[in-house]
């Protein structure tokens, strides 16, 4: 047998592997946050999540969060699943009022198409994070005129 100096360094280290660095772009998804959730709008008929829950608009409404918390917010607006405006609706517009609780140069949109075409989410976004101000079952916080009927 071969007799080794034991003492001698090796040319390699034992037990190490250099491991190839790999870097994956990170997308930052959209979130949802209900602290300014008011339920006391529109007025004579308030959308509250109780009301949601009678109406089988709840689980949907979970559902489309959930599909749009794995997307971006430019995706989320690409995909035409948020649409953002300017400013809160001109009153002519809305059965809404913009509620004090809520800043005033904020960011306004809406997450649509929640259990059917008419459900929508009303709120504001900050960065990513969409706060959900209105549950809207029946499109009135931003009422269009009807087109071509």
């Known amino acids: 047998m071969a007799n080794r100096d034991r003492n001698k360094s090796f040319s390699r280290k034992e037990r190490t592997r250099e491991e190839a660095e790999i870097k994956t772009a990170q997308k930052t998804l959209i979130s949802f946050n209900f602290k300014d959730l ?9 959308q509250t999540i109780a009301l ?33 405006y300017d400013n809160f609706p001109p009153k002519k517009s809305t059965d809404f009022f913009h509620p004090g609780h809520v800043p005033q ?12 075409q008419v459900g929508t ?16 079952m029946e499109h009135k916080f931003w009422i269009s005129e009807k087109k071509n009927t």
């Open 38 to 46: 008011d339920q006391t709008q529109p007025t004579g008929n308030p």
């Open 105 to 116: 140069d904020v960011y306004w949109g809406v997450l649509k198409n929640i259990g059917g």
């Open 52 to 84: 949601w829950h009678q109406a089988n608009m709840l689980a949907p409404l979970l559902e489309r969060i959930r599909q749009v918390c794995q997307l971006s917010r430019t995706e989320a607006v690409q995909q035409q699943q948020l649409k953002f």
């Open 121 to 136: 989410v009303a709120g504001y976004l900050v960065e990513d994070v969409f706060h959900v101000v209105f549950l809207d």
